[in-house]
């Protein structure tokens, strides 16, 4: 790792490169200065609660992708049409989205990541599900059963 210790006034900061600084943000779970949120622990057994971890991962990937458009919540809202609570809740792992609530947000960051030059194949984004295809961003297993039970 290259650094560089620069100091002024009478504090001491460190410059380091950009890819190292993102390595240590999302080895720490946090991405630039927003955190993510954590996923669910292990319990005796060794096993992860599924809806906890799904709802994690969702937040995380939201979050994440956001975080790469340079995008507010506030913004990332109004292009996605839904409040700012429900995508603040969404983030923060706290609430069941609807499908159509997280294609709205899926749509949005897809639409800022083309603007911006950034669209990469994701692999997994569209799967089927025998009706329809979903966009996946890491709740699509939970949807799928959600599907069956309506």
Known sequence: MSATTVIL????????????????CEKAGVKGDVELP???Q???????????YGLASVAREIV???WECQLTQTELSARAGVRLETLNRLERGKV???PST????DSALRQ???EMGRQEKRAGRLI??????QKNIGLANVRQGQDRNR
């Open 9 to 24: 006034g009478k504090k001491q900061f460190v410059i380091l490169p950009r890819a190292e600084f993102d390595r240590l």
């Open 38 to 40: 954590p996923l669910p």
């Open 42 to 52: 292990a319990d005796k057994d060794g096993t992860v609660p599924a809806v906890e």
């Open 64 to 66: 994440k992708r956001r």
């Open 96 to 98: 069941m989205p609807t």
């Open 102 to 105: 997280v294609d709205k947000v």
């Open 112 to 114: 800022v990541e083309a």
């Open 128 to 133: 089927g599900s025998g009706r329809r295809k």
